[in-house]
C-alpha cells in the first residue's frame, strides 16, 4: 500500500469517527494529547480518559452513560492489554463495543507511529509529503 492510498484510508476512518461521535458515541483514549489530537481531526462528540480510575468501575460508568462505545487505546503494549480489558468490560454491558477503528487505524500506521496523540501530525506529514511529488 502506497502512502496516498494509505492516507484516503485514515481520512475515510476520521470521517466515521466524526460521524460516530457526532451521533453520540463515546470515544474513549488514554491521555489528554491524545483528546487533543482527535480534535484536531475535526472529532466534536465525547472523548473520555480510560487511565484515570478502576477500569470496571470506568466501563460500566461509560456504560450507563453511552450506547456507542469506540475504544482507541495506543497500540503499545499498555495499550494493547487496556484495550483488552475494556472490550471484555464492557461487552458485558450493554453497550455497543467498537474495537474495528482502532484496529484499522493500528494497522495503516503501525510501523511509523504508536499512539493516538501522533495521529493528527502523521496525517498532516502524509498529506504534505504527497504534495511535494
Known amino acids: 500500500m502506497d502512502d496516498l492510498e494509505r492516507l484516503e484510508k485514515l481520512e475515510e476512518l476520521i470521517l466515521e469517527l466524526q ?19 482527535l480534535r484536531a481531526l475535526g472529532i466534536t462528540g465525547a472523548i473520555v480518559l480510560g487511565t484515570k480510575k478502576s477500569i470496571l468501575v470506568f466501563c460500566e460508568e461509560v456504560a450507563r452513560e453511552y450506547k456507542n462505545v469506540i475504544v482507541l487505546t495506543d497500540w503499545d503494549e499498555k ?3 487496556l484495550a483488552a480489558l475494556m472490550e471484555g468490560y464492557l461487552r458485558s454491558t450493554s453497550a455497543a463495543v467498537n474495537m474495528d477503528i482502532r484496529k484499522k487505524i493500528k494497522n495503516l500506521v503501525q ?3 504508536k499512539d ?10 502524509l498529506a504534505s509529503n504527497l504534495k511535494h511529488y
Open 19 to 37: 460521524q460516530m461521535s457526532g451521533k453520540g458515541a463515546v470515544i474513549i483514549v488514554e491521555g489528554k494529547r491524545d483528546r487533543k489530537a
Open 111 to 113: 510501523k511509523r507511529i
Open 79 to 81: 495499550g494493547e492489554k
Open 116 to 125: 493516538i496523540e501522533s495521529l493528527d501530525t502523521h496525517i498532516s506529514n
